[in-house]
């Protein structure tokens, strides 16, 4: 009798959730794009006082971070949940989820800063239409990278709460590099548009 392959309902109930947050980061994007043809001025003069160097920096430390996100994909996928050995290659799934959180914790600090500095320079959030929609993306941006942090920290403490690290672990460490990859992706866009879109 021949066995039919299915998806894993958990991945595909993911993939779907993350379509709706692609319906949601699109409406976004819009406010952006319809502020930048409605008032031209206005977004060539506020985001003068973007920081493009530290932006890009931190966009770097994100990108990183998905990277080694995989690196924990592959470790899960070969059933390896500790490292092996000192070399980073035979690090486990759980030593290349402290790494992407370490990186996305900075990522989220180096917002929290670029925030208080534009605050400083005289831009809140109730300053004009720009402002409140950078605050907006870049928030809700934010607020999607702490929860991949909430995630990862959870499916780490599984990986050392479990005795046999199997199928089940594997899949959720795939659903979690999943919301991490989509929110790393979103951010690519957003840090065009936003910092370097004139």
């Given amino acids: 009798m021949r066995t039919v392959k299915r998806p894993d309902p958990v991945a595909v109930g993911t993939i779907v959730w993350l379509g709706s947050e692609v319906m949601f980061f699109a409406g976004l994007f819009a406010i952006y794009f319809t502020l930048r043809s409605t008032s031209p001025e206005l977004w060539a003069e506020q985001s003068a006082k973007l920081n493009v160097p530290f932006a890009t920096v931190n966009t770097i ?5 998905s990277i ?3 690196m924990g994909v592959f470790a899960a996928e070969r059933f ?3 490292r092996t050995g000192r070399s980073p290659l035979k690090w486990g799934m759980t030593g290349w989820f402290f790494l992407t959180f370490a990186l996305g ?3 989220v600090t180096g917002q929290v800063w670029e925030y208080a500095s534009l605050v400083a320079e005289g831009m809140p959030i109730s300053a004009n239409s720009y402002a409140s929609a950078f605050y907006l993306t870049t928030g809700f941006h934010a607020l999607h990278v702490t929860g991949g942090l909430v995630a990862f920290t959870l499916v780490i403490g599984r990986a050392f709460a479990v005795k046999n690290f199997g199928r089940k672990e594997m899949t959720t460490s795939i659903v979690v590099s999943y919301y991490w990859h989509f929110v790393d992706v979103v951010w690519i866009a957003l840090f065009l548009v936003i910092y370097f879109l004139r």
């Fill in 61 to 65: 430390i994100l990108v990183l971070s």
């Fill in 105 to 107: 914790a900075v990522f």
């Fill in 80 to 82: 390896q949940p500790y």
């Fill in 68 to 70: 080694t996100c995989q």
